[in-house]
């Protein structure tokens, strides 16, 4: 409920408000003014201090309905006409029979009203004359002071006096133009029969207001309504007198200028309330204006990602500027090749009949390459079993971060890979194959190394969905982690066989047997519990039970997994990761699934294309070809693929070039349509409330790189800030990045690169903030703090001078002053400062509020020079004191 003000609680206690106000004054209440509120506390203690106060309201009222009775009392006792008419003639005698003897000559009989005839007003049967005079309109109400006209039968034919003999009542000028020359004649139809023809008499122009018509032609042109009645046909009557009974006639001015103006130009304003039920019956827009085809509501129309609406268009066969117009009238402004989201074209489709279905990146692919007669699904189909060969298992290693999965790899592969990631932590997906010796046989295994920090969740998933058999590692002395129940479900969403080992069990407090319990859980029960997932305890420190885990592997492989693939074929597999090398260009980590990837092969890895020429294993040593199974670097793309896209090897350049520029184009317009914001006029009020953040991401590698950009874009930072990347890519900081962020005030973040010497200068030039990060969560909680508004600058303390007090002169007007010598450094004026004593520090927090040399005010004073300090009123100051002069300076973030 809305706070009482103080002129309302006067109104309550029938006071004025200044005394309701010297009176809250009294009471101690804040009150500055007649519009400063009360609280309802206060409102009560003021009822019941005058509970015979009378509201203001009441008095009114009382006073209204008396007026109103008084009114009505007066209205009682109006003057009648016939009174009037008396009183007239007591002051003029004779004015009421000249005046009538003068309009009988001019003013046409009217006839009575309808609801009161008279006998005198009848037309005799004989008397055609009469007879044939139309009736004119009811005369308006107010035209005649002396009320109801009489018949004319009893108005007694005299002739009329001459012009200005008897004094006329003035009348108001009606006319506009200028004078027109007098009547040479009769006006037409003024001679009634029974009446001699008025001589023509010299009258003035414009004399009561009417002016006089010169050609004789009837009043009012065809069709107008200030047409005479009849115009043009003879008549016997003389017309209606303009301004009188009747319709109004040329030159009268009952319209805006008029009697009326005020009335109908003086409008009340419509209230809150009216005005809100005129906005709440408002009907929703409508489409109007265009003509577009509609559906019967079953239509099913397949739009890519990214589509326009020329491209739908030319689906239903219509115009595009239609389609914007129908858009527009549903409150939507789009242009006719601007890229529309999902939401937008299916408030499109429910308004003309349509089902829109946005097809998915897979099928948009497929699509695709049937244009160039490329069927994956019928390749698939039609494999001949005589083809297949065996092929290596591929296992991916999966698990929380820090439970050991790197170290686990190099004790398989007899290598040290954890040493060179930053932070001990794996930040990129890695691919290798080993041999290893099993029932006398040399078996090849393809292990997939992912990252276990959460933000590499896309990393996981894409590494199980290559996979054919994961390992989840997990820590005897940690158990089951949030990123082991991930990874766990992405394995079994893969529906891919799973092998546990439970690793670093030579670990103080390392406890194997909790994590085969906390597992049943999740459906994965031991083999020793009556389960049939298999637990390999191991120490990727030590080296125990590494060679039992690969057994394991190839046991399930050779059990479950049908080891098959078709090698003499063309190439077919994904690209896992890629990087841009400052020698060797764009660098793709691929696995080949399918057929033999060869060095001279024109391939294609989503929008990326190019020839392989050369292709390392990863040993850095080179590579002729690549069967099923088996992953390489290829270099030879123009550009740097993505990570997670499926390469192929096409038949020629071109064919390869084609694909990844339409490939390019559709991700292209999928991106600005998902960019693409929803702008209405209330938005615009908005835009000054939010802040934008906007990021340029460069990375070493484009998984990094992906996995950064979703994380940051999952930060939860409220309404009031957005955070945009707008540009990302792998390799070295450019002068292009620098400059794209100097123009839209973007934060370069470098993850795991570094600028060029050129582009830092240029950088600063800019002055575009560049940052460097090489652990994904450092960059993650600085961000988000900075979105936060939590990342204050640091600052570090200076000290700037020290002075040794050695004489101390008090004053009446300025406190102590201390006259000292500095030792080192600067003694500042108005800085702030602390005294020292033995060492210790006695009070903080002291400002230099005066410095003086001699008798100068100084501004600073240097070391060896002597000086007075003035403390202000701080009384504890010896002599042998130091007084330390120090600033707060901010500190540069590294």
């Known amino acids: 409920m809305a706070k009482v003000r103080v002129h309302e609680l006067a109104k309550q206690l029938g006071m004025e408000s200044k005394v309701v106000l010297a009176k809250l004054q009294e009471m101690g209440e804040f009150v500055r003014s007649a519009s400063s509120t009360v609280e309802a506390p206060v409102v009560r203690k003021m009822l019941e201090l005058f509970p015979d106060a009378k509201p203001v309201e009441e008095v009114k009222t009382a006073k209204k309905t008396a007026a109103k009775k008084t009114g009505a009392k007066k209205e009682d006792e109006a003057i009648t006409p016939q009174a009037a008419a008396e009183l007239l003639e007591e002051i003029a005698p004779g004015l009421v029979e000249q005046a009538t003897a003068h309009r009988a000559a001019e003013i046409k009989p009217v006839a009575p009203a309808p609801s009161a005839p008279t006998a005198s007003a009848i037309p005799k049967p004989g008397d055609h004359a009469t007879s044939s005079i139309p009736r004119p309109p009811a005369p308006r109400p107010g035209n005649n002071p002396f009320g109801t006209p009489r018949p004319p039968a009893a108005r007694p034919p005299a002739a009329r006096p001459p012009f200005g003999a008897t004094p006329r009542p003035p009348q108001r000028p009606t006319g506009t133009g200028g004078p027109r020359p007098p009547m040479s004649g009769p006006r037409p139809g003024s001679v009634r029969p029974g009446f001699a023809a008025r001589p023509a008499s010299p009258r003035p122009a414009g004399a009561g207001g009417f002016p006089s018509r010169t050609d004789g032609a009837p009043g009012g042109a065809p069709g107008s309504p200030y047409r005479t009645p009849n115009a043009g046909a003879p008549t016997t009557g003389a017309p209606a007198r303009p301004g009188g009974a009747g319709r109004p006639q040329r030159g009268s001015t009952g319209g805006a200028f008029g009697k009326n103006a005020s009335k109908s130009s003086k409008r009340k304003p419509k209230s809150r309330k009216a005005l809100r039920d005129e906005f709440d019956n408002m009907q929703a827009p409508q489409l109007g204006g265009a003509v577009v085809p509609h559906g019967d509501g079953k239509t099913t129309i397949r739009m890519r990602r990214g589509a326009s609406l020329a491209d739908f268009a030319e689906k239903i066969i219509a115009d595009p500027a239609a389609l914007v117009a129908a858009l527009f009238h549903l409150g939507e402004m789009v242009t006719a090749t601007q890229s529309v989201d999902e939401d937008t074209f299916a408030l499109l489709g429910s308004e003309l009949g349509y089902v829109i279905q946005i097809v998915s990146p897979e099928d948009e692919d497929r699509e695709l390459l049937e244009t160039f007669d490329i069927n994956l699904d019928n390749e698939l189909a039609s494999l001949d079993p005589s083809k297949l060969v065996t092929r290596p298992p591929v296992v991916t290693v999966m698990g929380h971060v820090d439970h050991g999965k790197t170290r686990m790899l190099d004790a398989i592969r007899q290598t040290e890979v954890i040493k060179t990631e930053a932070g001990g932590i794996t930040q990129h997906i890695g691919a290798y194959q080993i041999h290893h010796m099993h029932d006398g046989i040399d078996r090849a295994i393809t292990f997939i190394d992912t990252p276990g920090h959460e933000a590499f969740t896309a990393m996981r998933a894409r590494g199980a969905k290559v996979t054919d058999i994961a390992v989840l590692v997990v820590a005897a002395d940690d158990g089951v982690m949030p990123q082991t129940i991930e990874a766990l479900n992405h394995a079994q ?381 701080y009384k504890d100051v010896q002599i042998g004191d130091v007084v330390q002069v120090y600033e707060m300076r901010e500190k540069k973030r590294v």
Do not use: W
Request: net charge negative; glycine share 10%; with cysteine.
């Open 493 to 873: 969403a893969a529906d891919v066989p799973i092998v546990v080992a439970v690793n670093k069990i030579d670990k103080e407090g390392a406890n194997p047997e909790k994590v085969r319990q906390q597992l049943t859980e999740y459906n994965l029960v031991a083999e020793e519990y009556g389960g049939d997932t298999i637990f390999v305890n191991v120490s990727a420190k030590s080296g125990d039970g590494i060679k039992e885990l690969i057994d394991s592997i190839l046991l399930t492989a050779d059990a479950v997994i049908d080891l098959q693939a078709v090698a003499d074929d063309s190439a077919r597999g994904v690209a896992i990761e890629a990087h841009l090398d400052r020698g060797r260009g764009p660098v793709a980590t691929v696995l080949v699934q399918r057929g033999t990837l060869k060095v001279g092969d024109a391939i294609v890895a989503g929008g990326s294309f190019g020839r392989v020429r050369a292709m390392l294993d990863e040993h850095g040593e080179i590579v002729e070809e690549a069967g099923p199974s088996r992953p390489v670097q290829v270099l030879g793309f123009t550009s740097v693929p993505s990570a997670g896209d499926t390469f192929l090897v096409a038949d020629e350049d071109r064919t390869a070039r084609q694909i990844a520029e339409k490939r390019q184009a559709a991700e292209r317009n999928a991106q600005l349509a998902k960019a693409r914001k929803k702008v209405s006029l209330e938005d615009f009020m908005e835009q000054s409330k939010i802040t934008t953040l906007n990021l340029i991401i460069k990375g070493d590698v484009s998984g990094s790189v992906e996995a950064l950009e979703d994380a940051l874009m999952l930060l939860d930072v409220g309404a009031e800030v957005d955070l945009r990347v707008i540009h990302r890519g792998v390799g070295a900081i450019t002068k292009s990045d620098i400059t794209l962020a100097s123009a839209s005030t973007a934060v370069v973040i470098g993850y795991n690169v570094k600028p060029e010497p050129q582009t830092a200068i240029f950088a600063d030039q800019e002055g575009v903030d560049v940052r460097f990060y090489s652990v994904i969560y450092q960059a993650i909680d600085e961000i988000e703090l900075a979105l936060k508004g939590l990342l204050k600058p640091e600052f570090e303390e200076i000290v700037v001078g020290n002075a040794e007090i050695r004489e101390i002169f008090k004053s009446s007007k300025f406190g102590n002053i201390a006259g000292s010598i500095v030792l080192d450094g600067i003694i500042r004026r108005n800085a702030k400062a602390r005294l020292l004593r033995a060492g210790e520090t006695v009070t903080d927090g002291l400002s230099i509020e005066s410095l003086k040399r001699f008798k100068d005010d100084a501004t600073e004073v240097r070391e060896g020079f002597e000086c007075g300090i003035g403390v202000g009123n």
